[in-house]
């Protein structure tokens, strides 16, 4: 028996403008994980995936080709230079909330890929497990900046550029986020599918919100290689306002937003593709509980905590 597990992510700065080749961060959350369980079946069975959480049961054989889930198992399979299906049991399951701007998606396709090889007795780096769990974020997303499964693939904090290597970089002191989830599912295809729209009829508005989005995004960089937790919060704040001016934010993304700030969080503002999903809210240890409670309060339904440049949430199996 094999078993691999992958964490969730968070967009810290960036999304959406990341789609247009502008910067983004994200990071790891390892408080919630996805974990896939490969174990040999009897001979001449064949392959089944389980997903448990979702109640899906699929035989590799039968699946469709643009299943996200066998996709991403054929290509680790190719990738082991497996030519024959083999002989294994693959459960699958994950404590992210789906759809809800974590990375479940590319999680539990990271766990897949990662059990899949080892299992096969390969190797599998963070730059083969990102580029096999892009194909799957395809079928997903649609046309995805490439983020989620570089985050995740990596479980390190990373500016990603588009078409670029993604660069790890310094935490000059870590972090404590409150990730509140609303509880409202955030398809990010179609966000991403608005914004396009968007831009499309109306490109200089949406390149100039999205030029002043990296101005952000750069300026957050630098406020958190310095550990100015003062600026990181600012700067989130004002990434929120651009959000909003792309269309990507809601009522009660703005409703758990403004109950962040008002309990004493120094920032705040939805991650991910919006319109539901979670809201980050940047705390301390003093304004911890009552951000949590506030947030709670004003309607998620449940907050985690999550410390960003803790070594420890780093490149876990």
Request: charge should be neutral; aromatic fraction near 4%; include cysteine.
């Amino acid at each position: 028996m094999t078993s691999s597990t992958a964490s969730g992510k968070i967009i810290l700065f960036g999304e959406h403008a990341v789609v247009y080749g502008r910067p983004a961060i994200a990071a790891p959350v390892a408080q919630v994980r996805a974990t896939a369980t490969v174990t040999d079946a009897p001979a001449g069975s064949g392959c089944t995936l389980l997903a448990q959480d979702i109640g899906e049961e699929v035989r590799l054989a039968d699946a469709p080709a643009d299943h996200p889930l066998a996709l991403v198992l054929r290509l680790a399979l190719a990738e082991a230079g497996i030519v024959r299906e083999p002989d294994w049991r693959i459960e699958l399951t994950s404590d992210i909330p789906i759809a809800s701007g974590l990375g479940s998606g590319a999680a539990i396709s990271a766990a897949l890929v990662r059990a899949a090889l080892t299992h096969a007795g390969q190797f599998a780096p963070p730059e083969t497990v990102s580029r096999l769990v892009y194909r799957s974020e395809e079928l997903f997303h649609g046309t995805p900046s490439g983020i989620d499964n570089t985050v995740i693939a990596y479980e390190h904090p990373v500016w990603f550029v588009k078409g670029r290597p993604p660069e790890t970089f310094a935490v000059g002191q870590p972090f404590l986020l409150a990730i509140a989830d609303s509880g409202i599912p955030s398809p990010t295809k179609e966000s991403v599918g608005d914004v396009r729209r968007a831009w499309e009829a109306d490109p200089a508005t949406y390149e100039s919100i999205f030029h002043r989005i990296a101005d952000i995004v750069h300026g957050a960089r630098r406020a958190i290689r310095d550990g100015n937790f003062a600026a990181i919060g600012l700067l989130m704040n004002a990434n929120q306002q651009r959000l909003q001016e792309l269309g990507v934010s809601s009522p009660a993304l703005e409703k758990l937003i403004t109950a962040a700030r008002g309990a004493g969080a120094a920032g705040a503002k939805l991650s991910g593709g919006g319109r539901g999903g979670n809201v980050i809210a940047l705390v301390n240890l003093e304004t911890a509980e009552q951000v949590q409670s506030a947030l709670l309060a004003a309607g998620a339904r449940r907050v985690i905590l999550t410390r960003v440049g803790d070594r420890e949430n780093h490149n876990r199996r």
